[in-house]
């Protein structure tokens, strides 16, 4: 058997202090009815303890009270009365409606028009008098009232609650999208920061290794050379991408690289590709006067920079060949270098390059291919190649 749920503190305030106001009224002799009930007087004092019961199951078994409810109200009928269970009575219809079931609000006030109706008319019918219309106004008192009451409370509940789920939805999509843009901002900084430094560093490591391991100091002084152009570089370029960050709007932000500077790209690439035994060939066919967009033109630049840095660090010696193709719809970019094991010394990869260069590519609604291929005599080169839309509206926002 299952066990009724714990009254809430509040219904059972309401139900003590009905029963206490009935209680005094009856003290008092105040009686809806005096000398038109059954005797003794005391029978009125049921409904009020029934009644007062109910009350304490209102927002529990909102259902369960108004039936024992409606069953004390009638009960009431043959006693003397009390407006106490009267008031209660009102009390538990509102309830019923209010934290009842959905469907108890479509039913119970509909219910209570329908009931005032056939009340009202009854009593024309039975007393033969207009005054018998104060019964069906003191019915509807009763139970139209309390009803509609409830429906008209419980719809601004409701459409509170509604409200403040979409205000915790906002929040949590707001959250949301200030992660994914912090992870996104993070991502690109990543970026960044690898591309600017990446090449500096690979070639500084190749060249110390080089210094390191033959024992001619004019090689040695020119890695040193190298070195130190590299670090000033690299250091200049460092600079002013922490200089973006802490950018407080006061001076200008420094041009984003574009394909112009690729020939100043190779030359360097060929500087510090020679003790490598590298050399770097550059085809640009673009057609005259086609201009890409910002984004496309700066991911273009990253990704041939990058390979040029992955050839510097991987390949083996023979020639660099780097390719660069726009027409109407597409810019084009490629870097195909010799691939298989190297003499010399080599810098360690990470596999990071990769990863940005995909990620810039898949920003821009482009297509990536990076790995070895077959050549027609049965060689093997590393290839990458980018395509990347110039169309206006291509990329994701």
């Not at 200008?252 to 590298?278: F, I, K, W």
């Not at 991987?314 to 010799?338: I, N």
């Not at 027609?376 to 169309?391: C, F, M, T």
Request: aromatic residues 4%.
């Amino acid at each position: 058997m299952t066990a009724l749920p714990r009254p809430h503190r509040d219904d059972v305030l309401i139900a003590v202090a009905g029963l206490l106001g009935g209680l005094l009224l009856w003290s008092l002799g105040l009686d809806t009815r005096s000398g038109h009930g059954l005797e003794p007087r005391s029978l009125a004092l049921v409904p009020l303890a029934v009644m007062s019961g109910a009350e304490l199951l209102r927002r529990t078994r909102p259902n369960t009270a108004l039936a024992i409810g409606c069953v004390s109200m009638l009960a009431d009928q043959f006693t003397y009365g009390s407006v106490a269970t009267f008031a209660m009575f009102t009390d538990v219809v509102y309830a019923a409606v209010l934290y009842g079931k959905p469907a108890a609000v479509r039913r119970i006030p509909a219910v209570s028009v329908v009931a005032t109706a056939a009340v009202t008319v009854t009593a024309l019918v039975v007393f033969q008098d207009a005054q018998a219309i104060l019964v069906g106004l003191l019915f509807a008192v009763l139970t139209v009232a309390p009803a509609w009451t409830g429906v008209s409370v419980r719809t601004h509940r409701d459409a509170a609650e509604a409200a403040q789920l979409r205000a915790e939805q906002t929040a949590l999509l707001a959250e949301m999208d200030r992660t994914q843009a912090v992870t996104a901002e993070r991502a690109r900084m990543a970026r960044e920061l690898h591309d600017l430094v990446a090449g500096h560093l690979s070639a500084i490591a190749i060249h110390s290794t080089a210094a390191l391991s033959l024992d001619d100091p004019r090689t040695s002084r020119e890695a040193l050379g190298v070195i130190r152009e590299n670090s000033v570089e690299g250091l200049a370029e460092m600079r002013g991408l922490i200089g973006l960050l802490r950018d407080s709007g006061d001076e200008e932000p420094a041009p984003a690289p574009t394909l112009a500077g690729v020939d100043a790209l190779l030359d360097q690439s060929r500087t510090n590709g020679a003790a490598s035994g590298l050399e770097f060939t550059l085809e640009d066919t673009r057609e005259e006067g086609l201009e890409p967009p910002t984004p496309v033109e700066l991911a273009a630049y990253r990704i041939l920079q990058e390979s040029l840095t992955n050839a510097l660090k991987h390949a083996s010696p023979g020639r660099v060949a780097v390719t660069v193709a726009q027409d109407e719809r597409t810019l084009t970019v490629g870097v195909t270098s010799p691939y298989g094991d190297r003499p010399g010394p080599r810098a360690p990869g990470s596999g990071a390059g990769l990863v940005g260069m995909r990620e810039r590519v898949a920003l821009l609604d482009g297509q990536f291919a990076a790995g070895p291929v077959t050549t027609g005599d049965g060689g093997k080169v590393w290839q990458v190649r980018a395509r990347l839309p110039v169309e206006e509206g291509s990329g994701k926002a």
